[in-house]
């Protein structure tokens, strides 16, 4: 039987045997697909999502997604929540130091990996790596280095459903707020622009996959434009 983008689900060790880990959740599509990587290969017990969450204004911190529609997607991908609560504007040591805290928090859990969805930027890798390992917490990079564009297509083909939340003004007019990401949104890219968005062109929210036991339903409402950011205001429908 095969899942998703034709991947094979292998057969899992048990529970009490897999290393616990948690998920750094963003509410978008690369997360969401590394989770769905991480749990065909079995090779970890994900026990919850890590997300920052921006106290000022009640988002996931970047994505400016509304934390109860973080919360209903969590819900629906059957992972408990761990948020970390930061200000706005947040310095790299308020963050750095909330993050820490959250982690020293995970381990008295029994937590030893952070799965991340990063794909190629290498310095974010490298900060993360250097940032976790004095914790003595292990990150692990389940679709590092796949092929953006072979990789947009297959969380398409897989069924992800998912909206660009935010877009970068510098990089995609704000008319691309608040679509689809489908195989018309990939062909309407400008050149340059990666099919995946991690260069920070656009990020997303996912209402449903595979990684997901339902859909979360949403309507997009208005786009508000802030500090170079055009914002897709999803809401719960």
């Not at 799965?115 to 290498?122: A, E, V």
């Amino acid at each position: 039987m095969t899942i998703g983008n034709g991947m094979r689900p292998k057969a899992l060790r048990p529970k009490a045997l897999r290393p616990k880990a948690l998920i750094a959740w963003s509410s978008g599509k690369d997360s969401a697909w590394a989770l769905h990587v991480a749990r065909l290969a079995g090779d970890y017990d994900i026990v919850g999502a890590l997300t920052t969450v921006t106290d000022t204004f009640g988002r996931v911190s970047i994505h400016g997604v509304r934390e109860d529609l973080l919360l209903a997607q969590l819900a629906a991908a059957g992972l408990p929540a761990t948020v970390v609560r930061i200000p706005y504007p947040c310095t790299n040591e308020i963050y750095e130091e909330r993050m820490a805290s959250a982690m020293h928090e995970a381990i008295a859990t029994g937590v030893t990996h952070v799965i991340f969805g990063d794909l190629f930027l290498q310095d974010i890798r490298a900060y993360r790596e250097e940032k976790l390992k004095p914790i003595g917490v292990t990150p692990v990079f389940p679709v590092w280095n796949l092929p953006t564009d072979a990789l947009a297509k297959d969380m398409i083909s897989g069924c992800v459903e998912a909206y660009l939340a935010t877009v970068d003004l510098k990089k995609l007019p704000a008319s691309f707020a608040g679509r689809r990401f489908d195989r018309q949104l990939l062909r309407d890219l400008p050149a340059g622009v990666d099919p995946c968005g991690e260069n920070g062109e656009f990020h997303t929210f996912v209402a449903a996959g595979p990684m997901m036991k339902g859909r979360v339903a949403v309507t997009v409402g208005e786009t508000v434009e802030r500090d170079g950011y055009a914002y897709a205001d999803l809401l719960p429908a």
